[in-house]
Every structure is written in structure tokens, then in C-alpha cells.
């Protein structure tokens, strides 16, 4: 069981990444699956979910209207655009994934079973 986080790398702000959260060892369509991200010095926090059973969204508050989770099963891949870029959204970047259907707190590390390795996405001019 795997997960893989690619993606990342620097941007300038207003610009737009991809990321991407290939599953190997395991059919990621049974899962949720969080998108997390730790800056230097903080805290790790979630960023965003989508649930496996209704394909439910959830989003942090600072990065409505700016990221946007998908999946694509046939490629057992979660997806975040982000679009928008500011530099307080520098970080890396984690996947993590639970089985089963929807949960109380999604942004929650403590939902998650698997966790992929993170990639750095840095915001700078």
C-alpha cells in the first residue's frame, strides 16, 4: 500500500500547480483521500478531502475558490489544482488516504490510515 505525491515545485504568485496522489497496492476509489500541507514552523494542516462514497468535497477556508480536489479512478489518482498561488501557501504538500464512507473531520490527520511523502511547493517571485 503506497501513496505517491508529485507535483510540486516553485511558482510565482497568482500562477497554478497540479498535484498529483497516485495509489499503488490498493484501489483508491474506496477511500477518501486528504490533501495536508506543513509550512516551516507550523503545524501540518488539511487542506482538502473528497469522501470515497459521494465524492463529498471539503476545502480549509483560506484556499476556497482557489484549489479544487478531484479524482479519476480509471487512474487510481486524486488530483488538487490550485490556482491562485500566494506565498503563504509554501509548503509541503501531503496525501493521505482512509477507507470507507464519510467522515465527522476530514481535515483531521487523525481520519487517515495511509500517508504518502510529501512535495514541496514553493510561492515566490
Known amino acids: 500500500v503506497q501513496l505517491q505525491a508529485s507535483g510540486g515545485g516553485l511558482v510565482q504568485p497568482g500562477g497554478s500547480l497540479r498535484l498529483s496522489c497516485a495509489a499503488s497496492?490498493?484501489?483508491?476509489?474506496?477511500?477518501?483521500v486528504g490533501w495536508f500541507r506543513q509550512a516551516p514552523g507550523k503545524e501540518r494542516e488539511g487542506v482538502s478531502c473528497i469522501s470515497s462514497s459521494d465524492e463529498s468535497t471539503y476545502y480549509l477556508d483560506s484556499v476556497k475558490g482557489r484549489f479544487t480536489i478531484s479524482r479519476d479512478n480509471s487512474k487510481n489518482t486524486v488530483y488538487l489544482q490550485m490556482n491562485s498561488l500566494k506565498p503563504e501557501d509554501t509548503a509541503v504538500y501531503y496525501c493521505a488516504a482512509y477507507r470507507g464512507g464519510n467522515r465527522s473531520t476530514p481535515l483531521l490527520q487523525h481520519e487517515y490510515d495511509y500517508w504518502g511523502q510529501g512535495t514541496q511547493v514553493t510561492v515566490s517571485s
Open positions: 497496492g490498493f484501489t483508491l476509489n474506496y477511500y477518501g
